[in-house]
């Protein structure tokens, strides 16, 4: 009895949605292969890194998401202690992102991205400090720590992935909109601190924004991956090459750097198209938005400021990815959440999915005034 009433609570709805982007994501890589000639070792391993996940996904939904609040702080400084210790490994391409034991990998950025979510949320839960100017002091360290850690890897795109989930966390909280104003103000003008932080390598990403070329033009610079990425989401066209058939046996054209992880919505359009694309963000659009709608049925603080902070945290990635590809954006090493080839991207992501069913699962109780309705 007590397993049919888990199974007809659960929110089926962001398993399904979660599944289907892993579906895409195996079609992206196993393209992504076909075109670089490789064995398949990567849609291997995400195969078995799917199921592990999809596994995790579900347990993760076993024990009160109330009990995990209690330990919010501790998730949160351990995933500090591990941005810490990536600088103890050897670099992997010239980045200091990964956790090596042997064959396998963790890329702690991934995991800190939901423990700041989680740290976050406990402490604006049942809180109105925030509700004045110095009282956000206190959620800027918190962002700041992790953004800097990160930012000095280098890993630019994870790192602009804190900023709006700190700034729809705090709205949803309570926070006084023109506070919310003058940080954005104030952002803006630490972007020259922040700047000098960056490697040349992030430096001359964003300047190549600036500097993009005609589709006839081919960069041999900083302007190159933009450049490609473009070229190869434009060979889709409306239905891609799986459906209208390659047009040509030079594999070469297709080449876009990162092709399986941070630019697999670029092999997506080219085999599935601009619907595939359609499919994609629409996918996206609805895991979003019931996300958000698990936080509006929960009546605990922190049930509700998490599930938010994780719909804004797949949302932010999702824009960021998408949009450093079709040149709105800087190029970023920046996964796409359930879609990139990668273990700890794709479990983190997978956890943040668990967290949702299992807030979902438990709406709760309000013990103390309602903190999402001050008057603003």
């Not at 501790?74 to 670099?91: C, G, H, N, Q, R």
Request: hydrophobic share 55%; with cysteine; charged share 15%.
């Amino acid at each position: 009895m007590q397993r049919a009433k888990w199974t007809s609570r659960l929110n089926w709805s962001i398993v399904a949605l979660g599944v289907a982007l892993m579906l895409l994501g195996w079609v992206g890589i196993a393209r992504s292969e076909e075109l670089a000639g490789t064995s398949g070792r990567y849609i291997q391993r995400q195969l078995l890194w799917s199921l592990v996940c999809i596994v995790a996904m579900l347990l993760a939904t076993v024990p009160s998401y109330r009990i995990l609040a209690r330990w919010s702080y501790v998730a949160f400084f351990a995933s500090l202690v591990l941005l810490v210790a990536v600088y103890f490994f050897a670099p992997v391409n010239g980045a200091q992102r990964w956790i090596r034991f042997g064959p396998v990998g963790l890329q702690p950025s991934e995991f800190a991205k939901l423990a700041f979510v989680l740290g976050l949320a406990r402490y604006l839960m049942y809180r109105d400090s925030y509700r004045n100017l110095s009282g956000l002091l206190v959620p800027l360290a918190l962002v700041m720590v992790p953004l800097l850690l990160i930012l000095k890897e280098p890993d630019l795109g994870t790192a602009l992935v804190f900023l709006p989930v700190l700034f729809v966390m705090l709205f949803a909280a309570g926070a006084r909109r023109r506070h919310l104003a003058l940080l954005v103000v104030v952002a803006v003008a630490v972007m020259p601190l922040l700047w000098s932080q960056m490697s040349r390598e992030q430096k001359s990403r964003i300047t190549a924004l600036a500097e993009q070329t005609r589709a006839a033009e081919k960069p041999t610079d900083d302007g190159y991956h933009l450049h490609r990425a473009k070229q190869v989401l434009a060979l889709g066209g409306w239905t891609g090459s799986l459906f209208a058939g390659q047009t040509t046996d030079d594999t070469s054209v297709y080449f876009v750097p990162e092709a399986h992880t941070d630019a697999i919505a670029v092999v997506l359009g080219e085999r599935l198209g601009l619907l595939g694309w359609a499919v994609l963000l629409t996918l996206f659009a609805l895991l979003t938005w019931r996300g958000l709608a698990v936080a509006q049925a929960t009546r605990e603080p922190y049930g509700r400021l998490v599930a938010i902070g994780i719909a804004a945290l797949l949302a932010a990635q999702v824009l960021i990815n998408t949009g450093m590809l079709v040149g709105l954006l800087p190029i970023t090493g920046l996964a796409l959440p359930l879609v990139s080839y990668g273990g700890s991207s794709l479990l983190a992501n997978c956890l943040a999915l668990g967290l949702l069913l299992n807030i979902g699962l438990r709406p709760g109780y309000e013990v103390t005034n309602e903190p999402f309705r001050f008057v603003r």
